[in-house]
């Protein structure tokens, strides 16, 4: 045994020696891992790769295997545990945080400096992007969640207007009912119940009421009747759902009301993807209105391109990149494309259809009023953990398993200070 | 090692040359099992006691190495006891008792069925065999997806079956929160009762056909055949397939997610969706690890036995 257990030794260090590392680092090249692989994303994001290719830059993607965030997010956290350190990643909201806390992130400040970012992009989002007065992350785009997106062919023959209370939207819904189409596109996953109840709260307590609860975590707030009323709202429109809505992924019920089958969807800006794709126009063949009770306020999220700590000879490739993320050239082209907003509030909205120049402006005056609220559902108002967890009583409140909104409430504390 | 080499003839002649190439040819099977060896040892054990580890402390996005405590393993038995509402854990593991007891109990029936009558000396045997083996070739997540479209009420078979007139028939258990683990079962049973039927089959096949034949002039009924002397001598074979099924169904992870993408409300999930989303989605890879470690000594409790009693009976 003690012979076996030396050769395994032996022949363990001339394997170890054999598959040591053996790359140089490439200077003008960038290292990229991220996933938007599919269609319009992957044309967007074309656009920055010839931006850098025209500045002599060599855009590497990082192969991950099965695609998708949760895949991506897996093959970053083994790359950095082995310190190989891609130059930047497609990031969410606390991954960054998570990621400079384990002090693996660059710091682009000079550039920042220079380019004036600090005045351009909104204070909301330098929370994420800025680590101990560093920046660590570029945004690339701003989505908002509190949309409703109505077909309008549906909405004409209903004699339907655009509903300015909650009251009004269950009206509206009612009206769709009796007219016999589904009023109601959901799908019935946790994150899409998660996120149509982020704005359910912030139409019943308003913008501060939304922050206090799903941003600073207050204790009180999260208690509070307004809560249990938030969750009564949402038992009350979950009820417009069609019977089969439950495991139903997002686009198929975008897929609905663009084809008419049902009347509204409450989904974030990527929902315009869907219906630009199927040949649609906004005010002509669709409508966007901001969820009622919530015009003026913004429950955003937002890709970020995390920037590691890469040597020093890598630095120059991952500042032109970040320099590039934030141009107002490629925020422009990039989210016309996409359906988002520009990450920056100094962009001209002159590319942007009638739904992104509203989200825009909504943007603007969200930001210079404090109503940039980071969306809990989506991983931008709290750690994953406490984001799950949310995530988790209200699909389980939609589904059944929890009964009244009184349990609601008492679950949602309950959860939230475990994850703590 | 030493005592099988030791009465190896070979290699007691072998040690008697002392030429390098001699020696070298001595070490060569130790060198070519060290890699496999090797890798066993840290990326199965090592993996294992450094997951158990990672349970005592409170890592969360990365690890963390300073040991905190069994806090994680205090909150799981909390949630374990929290069936109203019940929570994630609860859930899972309710249904992995519910999963796993009709998983293994319906395909160990229905394979010993299916291999009974196809071992009737019927003409086609050749093809049938086939037919129900072949879903076993199918990964989880093909099954996954194909049953998903079958079950789902507006797609498949309820929509079909609406469309031909049966307009009263109705069956949504895949979106109903109680009943969507049964679904996963369905699933799983169509995907593995061939395999069983196959192993039942082999075990038929090597039954002495003179035990039948006596039997059969005792005046045995053929229900009275299989009742008292078939299926106990099949159990062997009972106890392979059931050990196959077992780990099987202890880590079925894939098939929940493309069936059912968790249920409703999450009430589909197995502990081994809970590990997953836990460790990588929720950042909380101390509890993560924890449920990873009481899941090992589930499979523990059912093979160690198990190789225990096979071991003493090779012994004797």
């Known amino acids: 045994m003690r012979t076996f257990l030396t050769t395994t030794a032996v022949v363990a260090l001339a394997l170890g020696s054999a598959f040591a590392p053996a790359r140089a680092a490439d200077v003008k090249e960038v290292q990229m891992l991220h996933w938007w692989t599919s269609g319009g994303e992957a044309a967007a994001l074309n656009v920055l790769k010839q931006d850098l290719a025209k500045e002599g830059f060599a855009w590497k993607d990082v192969p991950v295997a099965g695609g998708g965030g949760d895949a991506a997010m897996t093959a970053l956290k083994a790359m950095v545990a082995a310190g190989n350190l891609p130059t930047a990643s497609q990031m969410l909201g606390y991954t960054v945080l998570d990621y400079a806390k384990a002090g693996v992130m660059g710091d682009l400040t000079d550039i920042a400096k220079k380019e004036g970012w600090d005045k351009a992009v909104p204070v909301a989002l330098q929370k994420f992007s800025v680590y101990n007065g560093k920046w660590v992350a570029v945004p690339v785009n701003v989505h908002s969640v509190n949309w409703l997106w109505i077909n309008k062919a549906v909405m004409d023959k209903i004699g339907g207007t655009q509903p300015k209370t909650f009251d009004d939207l269950i009206a509206l819904l009612e009206k769709a009912k009796a007219a016999g189409v589904t009023p109601l596109a959901l799908g019935g996953q946790a994150w899409q119940e998660a996120t149509m109840f982020d704005s359910i709260v912030m139409s019943t307590g308003g913008s501060d009421f939304y922050k206090k609860a799903f941003n600073d975590l207050d204790d009180a707030s999260l208690k509070s009747d307004t809560m249990k009323k938030a969750f009564d709202n949402l038992a009350k429109i979950v009820k417009y759902a069609d019977a089969n809505y439950s495991g139903r992924d997002w686009n198929l019920a975008t897929a609905m009301v663009i084809k008419g089958d049902a009347l509204v969807q409450v989904m974030g800006d990527w929902a315009k993807g869907e219906f630009v794709a199927a040949k649609k126009a906004p005010d002509a063949d669709f409508l966007c209105y901001r969820f009622p009770g919530t015009d003026g306020s913004v429950i955003y999220n937002s890709d970020m391109f995390g920037m590691f700590n890469v040597p020093a000879d890598r630095k120059s490739a991952q500042v032109a990149l970040a320099a590039a993320t934030l141009s107002k050239s490629f925020q422009s082209a990039f989210n016309v494309v996409k359906g988002s907003v520009p990450a920056r509030t100094d962009v001209p909205d002159t590319a942007f259809d009638a739904c992104g120049k509203k989200g825009m402006a909504d943007l603007k005056s969200a930001n210079e009023s404090g109503k940039l609220v980071g969306s809990l559902a989506q991983g931008y108002g709290a750690a994953p953990a406490i984001a799950n967890a949310y995530k988790d009583v209200v699909s389980k409140f939609v589904h059944g398993q929890i009964k009244t909104s009184d349990e609601a409430v008492k679950q949602l504390v309950q959860a939230i200070d475990d994850a703590r | ?316």
Not at chain 2, 88 to 115: H, K, R
């Open chain 2, 1 to 316: 090692m030493n005592t099988i080499a030791t009465t190896d003839p070979l290699k007691t002649r072998s040690r008697q040359r002392s030429t390098l190439r001699g020696k070298l040819q001595d070490a060569l099977p130790q060198i070519v099992l060290a890699p496999s060896f090797l890798l066993t040892i840290v990326f199965v054990y090592g993996f294992i006691v450094w997951t158990g580890y990672l349970s005592l402390t409170n890592s969360k996005t990365f690890p963390s190495y300073a040991i905190t405590g069994t806090r994680a393993y205090e909150r799981l038995w909390r949630w374990t006891l929290e069936s109203d509402p019940p929570s994630s854990w609860y859930t899972s593991i309710t249904n992995m008792g519910i999963f796993g007891s009709l998983y293994i109990g319906i395909c160990l029936a229905l394979g010993l069925l299916l291999a009974i009558l196809l071992d009737q000396k019927i003409r086609g045997e050749g093809v049938l065999r086939p037919i129900f083996l072949y879903p076993m070739a199918l990964s989880f997540i093909v099954t996954g997806v194909a049953w998903k479209w079958f079950l789902d009420p507006g797609l498949g078979l309820e929509q079909t079956l609406h469309h031909m007139g049966w307009t009263s028939f109705h069956f949504d258990w895949i979106k109903n929160k109680d009943f969507v683990i049964y679904t996963v079962v369905i699933a799983g049973v169509w995907q593995a009762s061939g395999f069983v039927m196959a192993m039942f089959l082999a075990g038929l096949r090597g039954i002495d056909g003179e035990i039948m034949k006596a039997a059969q002039i005792d005046g045995a009924s053929s229900f009275q055949l299989y009742r008292r002397i078939i299926i106990p001598l099949l159990r062997p074979i009972f106890l392979s397939a059931f050990i196959v099924l077992a780990h099987m169904a202890i880590k079925s992870y894939d098939l929940v997610v493309a069936l059912t993408s968790g249920g409703p409300g999450g009430s589909a999930w197995l502990p081994s969706n809970f590990m997953y989303e836990y460790t990588f989605k929720r950042n909380e890879m101390a509890v993560g690890s924890a449920s990873a470690i009481i899941m090992l000594m589930t499979i523990s409790a059912i093979i160690v036995p198990y190789l225990y009693s096979e071991l003493k009976e090779k012994a004797r």
